[in-house]
Every structure is written in C-alpha cells, then in structure tokens.
C-alpha cells in the first residue's frame, strides 16, 4: 500500500508539471492534466489489483 501512496504522489507531480505546478481553477472545473492524473492513478490501482490478485491466488493453491 505503501508504494501505491509512493505512485500516487508520482501522479500529482505528473499533474501539477504539466499545469505549470498551478492547481485546477476550481472544483468544478477540469483540464486535460486532471484526466491524466486520474488515468494514471486508474492504471496504478489496476496493477496493485492484479498484483494482490495472484498473490491471493498463490496462497489459495497452497492450501
């Protein structure tokens, strides 16, 4: 959990570069970086997912 909280402040950098380190201009509104950061923290949970995934299936099939 700890390296998807590492990832996830990967993404707000992503975000926050590409918007000259400036914040959306309001809660309501949204840029093509906002739709970047949220693709991107998607792609990041998918892995974990598929990681705990066959992690959890490995410890089935010992069993």
């Known amino acids: 959990m700890s390296a998807q909280?590492?990832?996830e402040k990967f993404?707000?950098?992503e975000?926050?570069?590409?918007?000259d380190w400036m914040p959306?201009?309001?809660p309501h509104?949204?840029?093509m970086w906002d739709g970047?950061?949220?693709?991107?923290v998607y792609e990041t949970r998918k892995q974990?997912?598929?990681r705990l995934r066959?992690?959890?299936k490995s410890y089935k099939n010992e069993d």
Not at 15 to 19: D, F, L, R, V, Y
Request: hydrophobic share 40%.
């Open 5 to 7: 909280a590492a990832a």
């Open 11 to 13: 993404c707000v950098l």
């Open 15 to 19: 975000k926050e570069a590409g918007t």
């Open 24 to 26: 959306s201009p309001s």
């Open 29 to 31: 509104t949204y840029n």
């Open 36 to 40: 970047i950061y949220a693709e991107c």
């Open 48 to 50: 974990q997912d598929a």
């Open 54 to 56: 066959s992690l959890l």
